[in-house]
């Protein structure tokens, strides 16, 4: 419950001290997992002092345990070892200091480690952490490489002295970290995320020279598998360890079997670039000077031809068939002409010879009542009607006699 203070009524430190553990009396017991970071068997003490610590975060708590609960498991837990304890917080009021008292102490075995990084794979996996579209392509020429590696360790002799053997002007942000134990993962972490942050650096190299299972926990450690999941820059897993693969090969853009893979399959050889362009070089050139000679070949075929040689021959040759046909063109027209001409002066005879006129001319006349109708029979007339004649060379007005 809240306690009501105030400047002029403030509590004592002891009576802080007691609510406090009064509070944390009330609690019960807890199994914690944590790594053990210091550990202090003083000899004929009945109490072993060690601390737990986070392997994920920066965080330790103190425990204390009777000696006979720490000597059932003391040959196989040291230092660094990750264990499972079954404790009961406790509050030393005089210092007012926080601690666990344990009552079991188990050591987490490998098996166990395996199954629960399986686990954690799968969980990682179905969010997609591990997926290929993901995967970002490293450059061809990284200008700067950030390298997290042991200070002063193989793996970091073997990226540098293999890259810059490859190609002489790459350049190294080296963050050299501790790579196991209970500070590896933090400061793993923190490196990553400021070489991450650095805009320059076109490419990460986190390696290590191999080692055990448990030493090799950090690079599965979920904490760093997010931090590289987030990372924009292409990161390469260089850890150098084949049997049991760490998390983070599978969430790296690339992983590289050993440090000195990971040089070679970052940073190009100069040498055989050198090489390469030269080869294509090469090729362009073979390329060029085929294409420039097929090219002069079928010129020299287009211009042996004879219209090339002597444009006007074909012209020469074609000016007496256009004559000819020319020639034959105008008598075949003459000839239609001629014959369209006789045609229409027979056609024409035979018209005038059948025309109305040409029978008024040979003697008869047209007979036309008033209203212009031509007489064909007798009896289409009356007495004393008039009548129109209708002759060759003109018309008069006759009258019906009965």
Sequence with gaps: MALSTSPEAPL??????????GWIERLGAVWVEGQITQLSRRPGAGVVFLTLRDPSHDISVSVTCYRQVFDAIADVVGEGARVVVHAKPEWYAPRGQLSLRAAEIRPVGVGELLARLEQLKKTLAAEGLFAAERKKPLPFLPQLVGLVCGRASAAERDVLENARHRWPAVRFEVRNVPVQGVHAVPQVVQAVKELDSIDDVD?????????SVEDLLPFSDEQLVRAVASCRT???????HEPDTPLLDYVADLRASTPTDAAKKVVPDVGEEYERVRQLRDRARRCVRALVEREERGLAHALARPCMEDPHRGIAEREDHIASVLDRGRRTLRHL?????SELT?????????????????????LQKADGHVVRDPGEVTADEALRARVAEGEFTVRVDT
Excluded at 203 to 211: E, L, P, T
Excluded at 337 to 341: F, Q, S
């Design 346 to 366: 027979h056609t024409h005879a035979r018209v005038v010879a059948l025309s109305p006129a040409a029978t008024l001319r040979r003697g008869y006349a047209v």
């Design 234 to 240: 292409p990161v390469v897993s260089a850890i150098g």
């Design 337 to 341: 002409l001629d014959r369209a001409d």
């Design 12 to 21: 004592p430190v002891g009576e802080v001290s007691r609510l406090i553990g």
């Design 203 to 211: 490419v990460i190299i986190v390696a290590r020279g191999g080692g």
